[in-house]
């Protein structure tokens, strides 16, 4: 009867199981898992250590540096195996902010709220001046601001984003979105490119060859600065690159992601015909001592004599926006995966498998750690040439969507593994966690093994505030993260890694994917 | 038929409104009046140069200057008569921000959002320092700091308000919030003083005399930099003053409020173990070559013989808080009274009473312009000793509650009224203003009206994201004003204004009030 009724289940989420999977749970682990994870938790303290203290985390940077060795240091405390840091490839150079300070001047004074982007340069210090609405769409309409540009501050004529939503800046998954996900068959399809894709993209094309033309001509006749319109709204200010990290990245021009509020303004001056001045003094710092990647990974050693040399690993990315301390994106996956490590530790867990965490770098120029590691360790997408590590791992379990709860996991395609993951999930369904869907999810570090074979999932989480407000920008700070989510993540992840360790088979494959060159 | 039925639409809405009052409505010229409001509006250019050409509005600051200027200049060349600045009365400085820079150098570089507090002194040029956490309740205990602030930078074990709310921040009123309005009897009173409130008195007290304790401690000391926490999240920062504007007021020390973010992160850091540095750069100036204050005047002069010397009046505050350009509080508001001004100036009518604008100041500090244009020409609400004016102004319309169009009118209590707005509104229905409330609304101008028993009423308008994001914060700017909802504004208080001007009788009057001086 049970057995039926979970069919039936299946059934309406979608999912086809065979009726004669039970997979087994241990309810007594559960329990200790879930009295250590929800009740003695040290994950806001984790947490703190890897926002408050470390500072921002950018790829290569000092403060993604702090993090890193502070991680090391601290699994070592905890007493994991292996703590290390473990270099993946050549990524290029860091870079932090020393100074950053910009006012309007004229006509009155008023400090703005704007963030020089990631690798761009200072202004050698305070630079004043009038600042200069550029309207060009064209290399020819440039021409016209030829010699005019030296030591001057530079907007553009760009739209205002600052439209009332009307909506809750934060919230959870619905009863009914849950729903929707579970009754999914697959991620849908993307239509094919027609011909208004292609005339979209030849636009697309075209605007980026502007941009970098553009980005030319401002180093070239020496701007000053650089003012570009920040997305967000009420003093939130969303960031992102400016340059190229690599070592032998071309010059640009100082560039302040500057607030939409304080953007908008000027451009309204100087278009009503009022002159707007500027002070600035911009300090930022290259680092290229040590062009590596590293990322950092502990063990909780397999004790097993047939399946030590079997893995299951966890992990998220460390590294981090530079505007603010990267609380969501991903001190929280981080803080977590962590605090699971610490959980099964401190029950005392010796796994049959070993248990392996690794927390990646340089994730937000793409997913390089993940895929460096991946690459050292398990096989080369492009060509599907694979390591012997490949068939030792069974799965890899990512959090990285915010401070939101575990409300599930994204299957990846992968429909044998639901009905595992439905048995695992079950002792959670008090703390919200109930949906499987056979939907891939993107933009983070479980497509790396994905894209090897290897079983990657990344966890459903509730948004909160991510999309809205933290998600690559200046409010991603500790405040942001809700305790008791952070909590629950950790046990359910603890007691999924547990159980990954200890299940008889590894976790089911979905068919080899084809090398991506053949694609 | 109708009369009945409006009749008994009123006992719906809470109102008894005798059944012969049928009060008159030019239908004519309300929709000249529209299509002058709605199609060729000039308001929002209004809004532009009193936000973001003026600046900062505060109280006798040369942003407030500015501003007013342009509003006497603008009023004469749309052809009012009498346009000039009045002087109310004695006021006190000016004062603004002309640096403002500060940042966390250790553990690592991070500037902050933060607000030097309203008639602050600044930090006599670069400073930097250890942050310093102060935690004192009572005079005892600051004692041990004695003789170790000197140029300190101070910080307070203040608790983190940085609450997700999982609402909205801009909403309008919905149908049921409006009814429930327009149901109401009168403004509930307040419940009489129990012992639980002397008991709160009595700790509110204590806490404001420790205050100022603190405050002269902190000078006393010679801090160099005292950091408040500041209401408001996400980059949003609420401000207010730190001192008194009064040419005697005695001196405190440079303090700068705070955003909730990274005043919280300090606060853990220190409290975690983790020295902080900061650096700051904060100047401001003080104002004290006119300690006058100023409301802006204007008139279109009355024509008929009997009735010219009847006055009708509207307003709204010009002055703002200092760290935005105070759109909707309240440039919001004194746009849409210039814009009412120029409707009928544009549509040529010539008024039977006079009519006649104020743009208040000092508003913020306690209605201080209107009050003092009440004392000097209408009476005095402490003895209630009255001037002859008093018995010529019909009515006084105020706007002040932000960008939000138009709902309906607070009576303030003067239920005779009612028939004669119900009338006058019927036009706007289609606008979304529907709504007579006998209830009061107080934090404004009209109150300084109703004191001195002339009938003095606030429009009833949409929040929009007042409470939550604008209302005397840093997100305080043009980009927060609803365009639409100011042309509707504008329309329905010149469409008031016209009826007011050309109505047989004055609008009746409630009892006067009791002195204050005998209540």
């Known amino acids: 009867m049970k057995l039926k009724l979970l069919f039936s ?216 600065l650089v003012l570009s319109q920040a997305r967000g709204t009420d003093g939130t200010v969303f960031t992102t690159n400016g340059a190229s990290y690599a070592d032998t990245a071309k010059a640009v021009a100082p560039e302040l992601e500057t607030s939409s509020e304080d953007y908008q303004r000027i451009v309204r001056l100087i278009k009503g015909g009022q002159p707007v001045q500027l002070e600035a003094d911009i300090k930022t710092q290259f680092i290229s001592d040590d062009l590596q990647g590293y990322d950092v990974v502990a063990e909780i050693p397999g004790t097993d004599k047939k399946l030590k040399d079997q893995v299951v690993m966890i992990g998220g990315h460390l590294d981090s926006w530079h505007a603010a301390t990267g609380a969501t994106d991903n001190a929280a996956g981080s803080a977590v995966m962590l605090e699971a490590m610490r959980i099964l530790k401190a029950i005392n867990f010796k796994p049959k498998r070993t248990i392996r965490i690794a927390l990646w770098s340089s994730e937000e120029q793409g997913l390089f750690g993940s895929r460096g590691y991946v690459a050292n360790h398990f096989g080369d997408p492009k060509t599907m040439e694979l390591k012997p590590e490949q068939a030792k791992l069974s799965a890899y379990y990512n959090l990285d969507n915010g401070t939101g709860k575990i409300r599930g996991v994204y299957l990846q395609g992968d429909s044998a593994a639901a009905p595992i993951f439905k048995a695992w999930l079950e002792p959670f369904k008090d703390l919200g966690a109930t949906t499987l869907t056979i939907r891939n999810t993107g933009g983070t570090d479980h497509l790396s093994f994905d894209a090897v074979g290897i079983p990657g999932f990344q966890f459903i989480q509730d948004a909160i505030d991510y999309g809205t407000r933290t998600h690559h920008s200046n409010q991603d700070t500790y405040d942001r993260l809700v305790q008791d989510d952070l909590k629950q993540a950790a046990t359910i992840v603890a007691s999924f890694v547990y159980h990954t360790s200890q299940r008889a088979e590894m976790i089911p494959r979905k068919e080899l994917p084809k090398p991506q060159r053949a694609r």
């Open 9 to 224: 289940c299946f059934i309406a989420a979608g999912i086809a199981v065979p009726a004669f999977a039970q997979e087994p749970v241990d309810a007594a682990m559960v329990q200790k898992i879930r009295e250590e994870g929800l009740n003695h938790s040290k994950v806001m303290e984790t947490a703190f250590y890897l926002t408050d203290v470390s500072g921002p985390r950018l790829a290569n940077s000092p403060g993604l540096k702090r993090a890193q060795n502070w991680a090391v240091n601290q699994l070592k405390t905890w007493g994991m195996a292996n703590a290390k840091l473990e270099a993946w490839g050549k990524f290029g150079k860091g870079w932090e902010v020393q100074k950053n300070y910009a006012a309007i001047t004229i006509p009155y004074y008023h400090a703005i709220i704007a963030i020089p982007k990631a690798w761009t340069p200072g202004t050698n210090g305070l630079i004043k001046g009038e600042v200069m609405l550029l309207k060009a769409d064209s290399a020819a309409e440039l021409e016209q601001y030829k010699g005019k540009l030296a030591g001057k501050i530079v907007i553009f004529d760009t739209k205002a984003p600052t439209e009332r939503t009307w909506k809750v800046d934060a919230a959870r998954y619905t009863d009914e979105e849950l729903a929707e996900m579970a009754n999914a068959k697959a991620t849908p399809e993307g239509p094919r490119r027609n011909a208004a894709d292609a005339a979209q993209m030849a636009t697309f094309r075209k605007l980026r060859a502007f941009r970098a033309t553009l980005s030319q001509f401002l180093v070239d006749e020496k701007a000053g």
